[in-house]
């Protein structure tokens, strides 16, 4: 009889990704994807795919297409303890570039994990981007579908006619609005509802404008 497997590897890769997992304001967690290849080698990836529990054959070139294709994808199996589920995903040809998956379509591919996967855990792996184009315009984001990355407590802004504004700070690998250490005027974000709408900070003539820094080491963050 063949002696079970331990796992150790996939083990230490799900310690990994739990210990990096954020709380934004909004009490969701979600993994911040800098991280994504920071963790997921592939040197550990190879170790990992030698202690999935399927057939030889379905490993073969598994670590590299992981590697090159699907390490968003590993790390949600592995969080939630379905590793295996990888080759499945592999077959099917879904992985990284095909997130996020409707409901139907992760339960063709996993079954009852399925249902979970598309409503629940590959949300905390799909955070939302800020792009660096977004002060050109207004933007409408609904987070009932993202989480927002923004962590603490929002800091009162102002009180408008349609809602209040509040400054939020923004994980530093979520947005692209600054780069590395460079200072930046960034735009408030009014907060309300199950919607954030983005505005566009307009410079003030003749007065000052506010100074928002990048600051913190990891994670850092936008203020």
Same mark, same amino acid.
């Given at each position: +009889?063949? +002696?079970?497997?331990? *796992?150790?590897?996939?083990? $230490?890769?799900?310690?990994?990704?739990?210990?990096? +997992?954020?709380?934004?304001? #909004?009490?969701?967690?979600?993994?911040?994807?800098?991280?994504?290849?920071?963790? $997921?080698?592939?040197?550990?990836?190879?170790?990992?795919?030698?202690?999935?529990?399927? !057939?030889?054959?379905?490993?073969?070139?598994?670590?590299?297409?992981?590697?090159?294709?699907?390490?968003?994808?590993?790390?949600?199996?592995? *969080?939630?303890?379905?590793? %295996?589920?990888?080759?499945?995903?592999?077959?099917?040809?879904?992985? %990284?570039?095909?997130? !996020?998956?409707?409901?139907?379509?992760?339960?063709?591919?996993?079954? %009852? $994990?399925?249902? #979970?996967?598309?409503?629940?855990?590959?949300?905390?792996?799909?955070?939302?981007?800020?792009?660096?184009? +977004?002060?050109?315009?207004?933007?409408?984001?609904?987070?009932?579908?993202?989480?927002?990355?923004?962590?603490?407590? !929002?800091?009162?802004?102002?009180?408008?006619?349609?809602?209040?504004?509040?400054?939020?700070?923004?994980?530093? #690998?979520?947005?692209?609005?600054?780069?590395?250490?460079?200072? #930046?005027?960034?735009?408030?974000?009014?907060?309300?509802?199950?919607?954030?709408?983005?505005?566009?900070?307009?410079?003030? !003539?003749?007065?000052?404008?506010?100074?928002?820094?990048? *600051?913190?080491?990891?994670?850092?963050?936008?203020?």
């Amino acid at each position: +009889m063949a +002696m079970a497997v331990r *796992k150790e590897s996939i083990k $230490f890769l799900k310690r990994q990704i739990d210990d990096k +997992m954020v709380q934004s304001e #909004s009490l969701h967690r979600f993994f911040p994807e800098i991280y994504l290849n920071v963790i $997921f080698t592939l040197d550990d990836i190879r170790r990992a795919v030698d202690e999935l529990a399927c !057939p030889t054959v379905e490993k073969t070139g598994l670590a590299q297409t992981i590697h090159d294709k699907g390490i968003r994808m590993f790390a949600i199996l592995i *969080k939630n303890g379905e590793e %295996d589920l990888i080759t499945k995903f592999r077959k099917h040809e879904v992985l %990284d570039a095909q997130l !996020p998956l409707s409901e139907d379509r992760a339960k063709s591919i996993a079954g %009852d $994990f399925g249902i #979970s996967f598309a409503q629940t855990y590959q949300r905390e792996f799909l955070p939302y981007k800020f792009p660096r184009d +977004m002060r050109d315009y207004h933007r409408h984001i609904n987070n009932s579908e993202r989480i927002l990355p923004f962590i603490g407590e !929002p800091e009162n802004f102002m009180r408008g006619g349609f809602g209040d504004i509040s400054r939020v700070t923004i994980l530093h #690998s979520q947005q692209e609005f600054v780069l590395d250490k460079v200072y #930046s005027h960034l735009p408030p974000f009014v907060l309300g509802g199950s919607n954030t709408d983005i505005l566009t900070e307009q410079p003030n !003539p003749g007065g000052k404008e506010r100074n928002k820094t990048c *600051k913190g080491s990891d994670p850092r963050s936008i203020r």
